[in-house]
């Protein structure tokens, strides 16, 4: 019987960490690096050939999503297919367009207020000081060509956050073919905000910045130049053949001879070896 218990905790221990997810992600930072791959030139301010995605345009008092966009590309997302998304008001993409619940404050990923696969693109509250200014609008407007085109969603002119950043300009991006993800710290009023950033698979497995939720907006200020961009570059990489955790296998009891009491027996689990002595009570 404690041989039966013994084992059934380790199977269980195992189970509850395996992850289902296909793709993981490195994350990396470069603080004044400019856009990425310069594939969109623009200055941060520009508005010609972008389209408005925020769901009231105008003054904002109340947090909500935007309307759902469909990605221009295939993408995946942690190795999954997504094919649309929506925004909130607070900086998170996410890639649940059913989601209802919204994410509120930012804390630390993985967050249990975000919806499963989202993006935390320096995440903050809804601004403590509504409304939001009239022409804070969130935008997406695709750069490049097939196959490594950009779809840009940006946060513009948008206040922001508790406390309340007046303005920012910041950006997640969406790369075809590679499906690395950027997040673009653009422009900003002040170097300020508390945020979160980093992809969130679900509510128990996320990549972040370590200093998710008190990131501040570029320091010294982010002004409309590209050359002063900071971001965040996530990219993906194969779960597949990872050996963490490993898989236990067929436990098998060596020798299969009967055991006296005190005798250690070794249980051959792949790569691990377990020891365990039969107590002499037992
Ligand atoms: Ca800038
Ligand atoms: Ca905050
Ligand atoms: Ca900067």
């Known amino acids: 019987m ?11 221990g195992i189970n509850e960490s395996v992850l289902s997810q296909s793709e993981s992600y490195n994350m990396t930072f470069a603080a004044n690096s400019g856009n990425p791959g310069s594939i969109n030139t623009e ?12 769901g009231t345009v105008g003054a904002i008092n109340a947090d909500q ?5 469909t990605i221009p590309f295939a993408f995946n997302f942690f190795g999954t297919a997504v094919t649309s998304f929506k925004v909130s008001q607070g900086g998170v993409l996410t890639f649940t367009t059913g989601a209802v619940s919204l994410p509120g404050a930012n ?18 509250d809804f601004t403590n ?19 490594n085109r950009q779809l840009w969603v940006r946060y513009f002119s948008f206040e922001m956050g508790n406390p309340t950043v007046s303005f ?19 422009y900003n009023a002040s ?6 950033v980093g992809v969130q698979y679900n509510g128990s497995f996320a990549v972040q910045d370590a200093a998710s939720p008190s990131i501040t907006h570029g320091s010294p200020t982010n002004g409309t130049s590209i050359a002063d961009n900071d971001v965040w570059t996530f990219t993906p990489f194969s ?43 037992g």
């Open 2 to 12: 404690l041989r039966v218990l013994f084992l059934l905790i380790f199977f269980l």
């Open 43 to 54: 200055t941060d301010a520009l508005t010609a050939g972008w389209t408005s995605i925020t």
């Open 65 to 69: 999503w935007s309307s759902n966009v």
């Open 107 to 124: 804390t630390a990923l993985p967050a249990s207020g975000l919806p499963d696969l989202s993006i935390a693109m320096m995440w903050d």
């Open 129 to 147: 000081t509504p409304p939001t200014g009239s022409g804070d609008q969130v935008y997406y407007k695709t750069f490049g060509t097939a196959p």
């Open 168 to 186: 920012v300009y910041m950006s997640a991006v969406l790369e075809e073919t590679s499906n690395k993800i950027y997040v673009v710290d653009q």
């Open 191 to 196: 170097a300020l905000g508390t945020t979160s």
């Open 239 to 281: 779960l597949s053949g990872c050996i963490d955790p490993p898989t236990p296998g067929t436990a098998e009891i060596l020798p299969l001879t009967p055991v006296c009491p005190g005798t250690m027996v070794g249980f051959n689990l792949l790569e691990i070896v377990l020891d365990w002595v039969k107590p002499m009570s």
